[in-house]
């Protein structure tokens, strides 16, 4: 069984990018990972089962963990993949996700004191998020270095929404307004999408019910 | 001398024990540098499964550090440091209670935390958050670190890697680090902790662990002199299986909540072989123990989670059963789980003192790039509590070495300390892959000198030959990355040929008996030519637990 995986590459940021194909045998339980690996090819990876985010792309058209995409599931002999398209190339499908991070930071999400202990199953739910983008790529309204920073802004203040004291509850509520709620346009686009398989439609609910309308109980 | 308003700590790697090391520095006003090739989200880290340990004795049995302290030394067949170990195990409840109040959203039941059964524990010690404790406590400590980046008090360096210390004087004077989005070097001053992680990339696709842990920063560190101890012992993990590219882990918390391993005998049924030869616990023994009892068995072995209860899959391990499902595609509520042991976690490493002080001066290390806690054979929970608390150990080291002026000031380095650093070229895959499957026939679960001595050989002629055939023998560059990783494998090879008895995690044919004349520490280390040997004897007083 073989595969031709066209790939969109590109020698760094600021040169032309141009296709490639490699042809790739692959066995059953193959993945776009398992195919990369053995590539000259700059992409970035680590865990391999998808419980780090390092191998987001975009794969025949959609955002994807390659680790998390088998060969054997995708239509047709050609398998295109291209780097995610929000973020600055840095070579070939190696992305820049940097403003992901600064945007946390913006939002200052950490605690000034003590937690809260409580509601640590939606924490915990929360805590899944591993920072890939995938929900950004296919979201209409973020672009990189922009004020909205998405579900993957919005996964990390609904830790702190609910586990933060008293007393920075409102500045998070601020922040949680101006980077995620302003911003989201509800086409919940990136429903489908999130590779850790966060219930992001029931987290937005409760996160918007705390944040926008101060209703912390029903976190 | 300098005082801490104008020093800056490297930190390498940005797992937990480097966040750990970060934030102990940051929080005592110490500025950090935090280098890693990836952001934290990636770090091997967020695989960890099981849990932390700490004698936090809410489960109503009466626990205490004692046997925390206990079970570690035990588990750890008396090999580890003993007074490093009593201040892991005295502190682990307030690492676990500290981290609780970042908020970390640990299991509970009625407001209070809960915590389960773990290998080669006699007590319920064990703090978790479903089979994702590692990710839930790298997003509690990224976002302490956060908070002092804020304030530039740690300054992130993500996409850099670690090539070289600047070893000035005999102090550790800096480090060089290359860009990997810019292709630059730079060095940068003050002292150093690694937290690099264990040397996965040195068994490639036959570990738990992530890609970006290639093990170069070991290898390159221990060409460059630092003593390294204890490599033979290296940790299979009972349950794992093969998935494209490396091994998936199945946490022992399956079988903290119940899981049995078994085998079909020939007439179908099953065979409970660990609980018929330990009793009731068996399958809760330590995990060299089971892990060699698979290997002598060598029959396919399942782990039976379908007794488990509906609500402990819910509640405690649902994460587990997806991974299961989606890698696997078997229904473990439904079907036993075929398993088998692999690569986990490396005991040995960088050889660290008390203080995580390792050799040189204003060179630390900590986590599981260091040899610290663990002696023979790691118990489960505790690396995540030995990757913290041995961060913030060596944190607090640095801060006092500081304080006590104990850096001479070797001299900042500058560009002229930049030296090239090359890395393994497509000409050299073949002879570094040759150098890899040796090594990992060597150090399988169940070991022999001639085999040893055998895989030690081939490499050697296989390296000699690669320099002939390379022209390196008439002055043609052969990679610096390929020089230490060949080092370094000799090495490990070294560490488990001359440990001629079985203890822990090392397991020989040839030498099957525990042999009290090698209670020691074995330690390696590069003089420049070769490398040198020498098992440092554990006194006989410090046996650690009252006989």
Redesign the interface.
Request: proline share 4%; hydrophobic share 35%; with cysteine.
């Given at each position: 069984m073989k595969k031709v995986l066209h790939i969109r590459r590109q020698k760094a940021g600021d040169s032309n990018a141009y296709w490639e194909d490699f042809t790739y045998e692959y066995?059953e339980?193959?993945?776009v990972?398992?195919a990369l690996?053995t590539l000259p090819v700059v992409w970035?990876?680590?865990?391999?089962?998808k419980?780090?985010?390092?191998c987001a792309m975009v794969i025949n058209g959609t955002p994807h963990l390659a680790?998390d995409t088998c060969l054997s599931d995708l239509k047709g002999e050609r398998v295109v993949i291209e780097p995610l398209r929000k973020f600055p190339v840095?070579e070939d499908l190696l992305v820049?996700?940097?403003s992901m991070?600064n945007t946390?930071?913006e939002m200052?999400?950490?605690?000034n004191s003590?937690?809260?202990?409580d509601g640590?199953?939606t924490?915990?739910e929360a805590?899944?998020c591993?920072?890939?983008g995938l929900c950004l790529e296919v979201c209409p309204n973020f672009y990189a270095g922009g004020k909205f920073g998405g579900m993957a802004a919005m996964a990390?203040a609904v830790?702190?929404l609910?586990?933060?004291p008293k007393e920075q509850q409102p500045e998070l509520s601020r922040a949680y307004n101006k980077y995620v709620y302003e911003g989201c346009g509800k086409s919940l686009a990136c429903r489908n999408v999130c590779p850790a398989?966060i219930d992001i439609e029931k987290l937005l609910v409760k996160s918007s019910a705390a944040a926008v309308w101060k209703n912390f109980k029903n976190l | 001398m300098k005082n801490n308003t104008v020093i800056t700590v490297n930190v390498i790697g940005a797992g937990l024990a480097g966040l750990s090391a970060a934030r102990g520095l940051a929080k005592r006003g110490v500025k950090v540098r935090l280098f890693s090739v990836h952001s934290s989200e990636r770090a091997q880290s967020n695989l960890a499964e099981g849990g932390i340990n700490a004698s936090l004795d809410v489960m109503g049995e009466n626990d205490s550090w004692r046997e925390h302290f206990d079970d570690t030394m035990k588990g750890g067949c008396f090999l580890a440091d003993p007074e490093m170990v009593k201040e892991l195990t005295m502190n682990a409840p307030e690492v676990v209670m500290d981290l609780d109040r970042l908020g970390v959203p640990f299991h509970r039941e009625n407001g209070h935390i809960v915590q389960r059964n773990f290998g080669g524990q006699k007590k319920k010690r064990t703090a978790y958050a479903m089979s994702s404790t590692g990710r839930v406590l790298v997003a509690a400590l990224t976002d302490e670190v956060r908070k002092h980046e804020y304030s530039g008090c740690i300054k992130r360096y993500p996409h850099h890697r670690f090539e070289r210390i600047i070893i000035k004087n005999n102090e550790c004077a800096g480090v060089q680090i290359y860009d990997l989005y810019t292709h630059t070097r730079k060095v940068y001053e003050g002292p150093v902790i690694i937290a690099s992680g264990g040397f996965n990339g040195m068994f490639p696709g036959l570990t738990t662990g992530t890609t970006a842990n290639t093990g170069l920063a070991a290898a390159e560190l221990f060409s460059q002199g630092v003593e390294f101890a204890n490599l033979e012992f290296i940790q299979y993990h009972p349950t794992t299986t093969e998935i494209t590219g490396k091994r998936l882990l199945i946490s022992e918390a399956a079988r903290g909540e119940g899981g049995r391993l078994f085998y079909f005998k020939d007439d179908g049924s099953y065979c409970y072989f660990m609980e018929e030869k330990y009793g009731s616990g068996g399958n809760l023994m330590p995990r060299d123990v089971i892990s060699r009892e698979m290997a002598v068995l060598g029959r396919q072995v399942y782990l039976d989670l379908t007794k488990l209860t509906e609500d402990t899959w819910n509640d405690k391990l649902s994460d587990l059963r997806d991974e299961i499902m989606h890698y696997m595609s078997v229904d473990p509520k439904l079907e036993p789980v075929p398993v088998s042991p692999g690569i986990h976690y490396f005991m040995g490493g960088i050889r660290v003192d008390i203080g995580h002080r390792a050799g040189i001066a204003g060179l630390y290390a900590a986590g599981e790039c260091a040899c610290a806690y663990h002696g023979a054979n790691r118990l489960g929970g505790n690396s995540l509590l030995g990757a913290i608390y041995g961060g913030l150990r060596a944190a607090v080291s640095v801060v006092d070495d500081i304080a006590e002026g104990a850096f001479k000031g070797a001299g900042a380095p500058d560009n002229d300390d930049i030296a090239d650093f090359t890395y393994i070229a497509d000409s050299e895959a073949g002879i570094k892959s040759f150098m890899e499957n040796e090594l990992a026939n060597g150090l399988g679960i169940i070991r022999d000198g001639i085999k040893l001595q055998n895989a030690i050989d081939k490499i050697n002629a296989g390296f000699n030959d690669f320099l002939i055939e390379s022209g390196a023998d008439r002055g043609l560059a052969i990679s610096d990355e390929l020089m230490c990783r060949y080092r370094f494998t000799l090495a490990i090879l070294k560490s488990a040929l001359e440990r001629k008895e079985s203890r822990g995690a090392h397991t020989r044919r040839d030498y099957p008996k525990t042999l009290k004349e090698y209670r020691g520490t074995s330690v390696t280390r590069w003089n420049g030519s070769q490398i040198d040997y020498r098992l440092e004897i554990i006194p006989d007083s410090d046996t650690g637990v009252e006989d």
């Open positions: 066995k339980a193959d993945t990972a398992t690996m970035e990876h680590s865990c391999l089962q419980r780090c985010g390092a680790c840095v820049d996700r940097s991070m946390l930071r200052e999400l950490w605690l003590d937690a809260v202990p640590e199953k924490a915990f805590s899944k591993l920072q890939c990390p830790r702190f609910n586990k933060a398989g | -």
